[in-house]
């Protein structure tokens, strides 16, 4: 990428459109594509987007928290199974503190993520729940895990990189497997139907349902890459009616799971595809004025505050 001053910006070299089948997180993460998380971020607030990605020279490192790694585990066991979890993640033994340092180093010999016994129990609790629940276990059978897409589409005369990464995609569904801290005084689906709201998850479903929609072109251009069944591929190709399916699990408190469907023409679904065409135009705009290396930053001149102005509970109550 070239920055307005004509200067040239270091970064990953960009992949290719197309669909990737066992592509590395950390390498998908580190392209400067556009993700559901970056829309979000350019729907709110361009600056935080230019922040918090790797355009920024003194972005801090970012450290997965203790919650993150379970949220990674859990995929991990649902998503691709015992087999591959074993070989990432192992239960730390009980009688850590007794152990030799020799014993210690033989814990975890291929460099695999040591999690506390009640960590790992509860990743097994929780992978066991959303399987053994029948009306969301059928979500993670017939498809392929960690599908990641990339494509181009123009944006006020200019084209934008955009991608994005399915927990797993069926032929008629892409299917997304979040956690959830439930509330003591709401039930658990409430509690979902407001990280919906709050974490703008209509927003990813409405960019995800956009990304699927690339799948028959890039097909039809041979744009696949990495092991896939081109039979099963096909099919999801060939599809016209699919859905974008969340399936959530409480991260604590009782092993609670829930799931919920959104197709395209759904009111959120439509919502959120005003929010993307928002973050598309902001991102546009402010890359053509900003460049790539200042800031985002956009001066706001003094002005009165009114009422008008103030959150609505804050409005309610002064009247």
Request: charge should be negative; aromatic fraction near 10%; include cysteine.
């Amino acid at each position: 990428m070239i920055d307005h001053a004509g200067a040239a910006v270091a970064e990953p070299a960009p992949f290719a459109d197309g669909i990737y089948f066992g592509l590395d997180e950390g390498a998908y993460h580190r392209d400067l594509a556009l993700g559901s998380s970056d829309l979000k971020r350019l729907a709110a607030e361009p600056a935080d987007y230019w922040y918090s990605s790797p355009l920024n020279p003194d972005l801090p490192a970012e450290e997965t928290t203790p919650s993150q790694l379970i949220g990674k585990a859990v995929h991990k066991l649902v998503l691709e199974g015992e087999q591959a979890f074993a070989a990432r993640f192992i239960r730390r033994p009980d009688d850590l503190a007794r152990l030799d340092a020799k014993a210690r180093a033989r814990i975890a010999p291929n460099g695999q993520d040591v999690l506390p016994g009640e960590d790992f129990d509860r990743i097994r609790i929780a992978a066991g729940q959303v399987l053994a629940n029948p009306y969301l276990a059928a979500s993670f059978t017939g498809g392929s895990s960690e599908v990641s897409i990339f494509w181009t589409e123009t944006v006020e005369g200019e084209p934008v990189r955009r991608k994005a990464r399915f927990d797993y995609l069926k032929p008629r569904a892409v299917v997304d497997l979040k956690s959830v801290r439930p509330m003591d005084t709401a039930a658990f689906p409430d509690t979902c139907r407001k990280a919906i709201a709050n974490w703008g998850y209509h927003t990813q479903a409405a960019a995800y349902l956009q990304a699927r929609a690339q799948v028959p072109a890039l097909v039809a251009a041979g744009a696949v890459h990495g092991d896939h069944d081109p039979a099963w591929l096909a099919r999801v190709a060939e599809a016209t009616a699919y859905a974008f399916v969340f399936v959530f699990w409480s991260s604590s408190g009782a092993p609670l799971t829930w799931g919920t469907i959104l197709s395209p023409g759904n009111d959120l679904v439509t919502y959120g595809e005003g929010k993307v065409a928002a973050a598309l135009y902001a991102y546009a705009t402010a890359r053509r004025r900003f460049g790539l290396r200042a800031p985002w930053i956009e001066p706001q001149p003094l002005r009165e505050i009114e009422l008008a102005d103030m959150p609505g509970w804050f409005q309610r109550g002064a009247l």
